[in-house]
């Protein structure tokens, strides 16, 4: 059986904002604080940027160039283990991108490289949703009231019941699900819901229409562009491939870059929030219109 994400809506969603939660935020938020951003480089303002978890944090080298991916364990803590598992343990180097759509994703870690394989990890439980507590910090699109609402959580593109809906649940935690923007990175699967294994898909452009049928597990914080320019193909004549796959945390001093992203939550982003304007043929905009900025520091 072949793990892939579907192009279009083939299904009706079996999962709805209201149930189906998965996934629960820890208590306390992951987000390191301004304070621990005081020795940000350039000036940056702590209360603008952040640099990210080097444990939770991906750096793949292509053919094609370098991609650095941030995981989201809070949204996806079964999923972003997996990762970070094959990750450590060299499963992903040499492997291809066999199935890279334009302006849909492009979709690799299939050591058979045909979208048939995995690994020897048994499958994983869906993670489609999860609910967030008040840490950390939601930001919601501008305008947005009432029902549920676009925005971003650590970088992260979600919808969301309002911050005003806690009452409505013992615990205070919202239900919320990622959604698949450009950039954002998320799992393949067979027909079966808990059939992830190994294999994932960095997209490439927005398609909502994925949205609570496959696990969100990060963002691409670099290297978009990278992914944008993969061959193309279905399958792919002679890949790009993946030469070798790292968590951050793993790579030798002399060579880990230190990646700085914006905050979400941050006076910055918000104001560029407020003046998105919509795009030509579209009568609103969307989170998925805009990504935080990100600087990558060379080791000294």
């Not at 999962?15 to 820890?26: E, F, I, K």
């Amino acid at each position: 059986m072949t793990w892939r994400p579907a192009l279009a809506a083939t299904a009706a969603l079996t999962s709805t904002l209201l149930g189906g939660m998965v996934a629960s935020l820890p208590a306390a938020s992951q987000a390191q604080s301004p304070a621990a951003e005081a020795g940000l480089p350039g000036g940056l303002s702590p209360a603008d940027w952040r640099e990210v978890d080097p444990a939770s944090t991906v750096v793949f080298d292509t053919t094609k160039g370098r991609v650095i991916v941030e995981l989201a364990p809070w949204m996806a803590p079964g999923h972003a283990q997996r990762i970070t598992e094959l990750t450590r343990e060299g499963f992903y180097n040499g492997l291809a991108f066999h199935r890279v759509i334009e302006g849909f994703m492009a979709q690799g870690g299939d050591p058979l490289g045909d979208g048939s394989g995995g690994s020897t990890k048994p499958d994983i439980e869906p993670e489609f949703t999860f609910r967030r507590g008040a840490s950390p910090a939601f930001t919601p699109m501008p305008g947005a009231s009432g029902g549920q609402q676009q925005g971003f959580i650590q970088g992260m593109p979600v919808t969301t019941a309002p911050d005003a809906n806690r009452i409505i649940f013992a615990d205070g935690r919202l239900p919320a699900y990622g959604n698949h923007c450009p950039g954002v990175t998320s799992m393949a699967r067979a027909e079966a819901v808990n059939s992830a294994n190994s294999q994932f898909f960095l997209m490439r452009d927005t398609n909502l229409r994925l949205d609570q049928r496959y696990t969100v597990w990060g963002r691409i914080v670099v290297g978009l562009d990278v992914v944008r320019a993969l061959k193309v193909g279905e399958p792919v004549v002679d890949p790009d491939r993946m030469i070798r796959v790292r968590m951050l945390a793993d790579m030798q001093p002399f060579e880990r870059p230190r990646v700085l992203v914006q905050r979400t939550e941050g006076p910055a982003f918000r104001a560029r929030l407020a003046a998105l304007r919509p795009a030509p043929g579209s009568t609103a905009v969307t989170n998925c219109d805009i990504q935080p900025e990100a600087q990558v520091i060379a080791p000294q």
